[in-house]
């Protein structure tokens, strides 16, 4: 059985792996999101969404070569930051990763609600990494209405408040939560995604 593991290192950093190889996205540069510690990462590779510094800390991740043909078979879709077409901060990558038919998403810094082209070209996924805070990007509200359109079995918040993690002027997890049903909390740092995960909405351990 194919298995996809996802682990949350804050804001909307994850490395994600199957059959040992792994990717990091969007990682954060040090000092720029309030609360998390700087990155240090090691990776066979490394994809951002978009170039904003806490989201594009390159060089916080060490490469790891990897010889012969990637497990993952990786897909992009070039959204928006914001809703206004990218006038006020530009495009936005979402990326898609599948291996065995598991298939999953990193929505970045989606800053609108997905068309039903965008939502059709995304489907079907087993999880999505979506930021909920708002601001920046798409908040609560609308994060539930795209979670609920992608219809993903696994639904990862990212890119909130929460104590003293994450930008002031964000929204915190709970607004995300309170809108949401069965949620469950992680007791480790990651978790393992595969064709038979069972429904929900996943708070990640950092």
């Known amino acids: 059985m194919t298995e996809i593991q996802l682990r949350w290192h804050g804001h909307s950093c994850f490395t994600i792996e199957t059959e040992g190889y792994c990717v990091v996205l969007d990682p954060y540069e040090d000092g720029s999101v309030p609360g998390l510690r700087p990155l240090r990462l090691k990776a066979n590779a490394v994809l951002c969404s978009h170039e904003h510094r806490d989201h594009n800390f390159r060089k916080g991740v060490e490469l790891i070569p990897w010889e012969g043909q990637r497990p993952f078979w990786v897909e992009t879709l070039d959204v928006f ?20 038919g598991v298939r999953v998403a990193h ?15 995304l489907q079907p996924l ?81």
């Open 126 to 206: 087993d999880a999505v990494m979506i930021p909920v805070g708002g601001h920046y990007t798409i908040d609560a509200v609308q994060a539930a209405r795209v979670a609920d359109a992608l219809g993903a079995k696994v639904v990862i918040p990212m890119h909130f408040r929460q104590g003293e993690m994450g930008f002031p002027v964000l929204g915190t997890l709970q607004s995300f939560l309170s809108l949401r049903t069965n949620v469950v909390y992680a007791s480790q740092p990651w978790v393992t995604v595969t064709k038979g995960t069972s429904a929900k909405t996943l708070v990640m351990k950092l």
């Open 107 to 121: 929505l970045g810094d989606l800053g609108h609600e997905l068309t039903p082209r965008q939502v059709s070209a």
């Open 81 to 100: 930051h914001d809703d206004r077409q990218g006038a006020q901060r530009g495009k936005n990558r979402i990326h898609i990763f599948e291996c065995g």
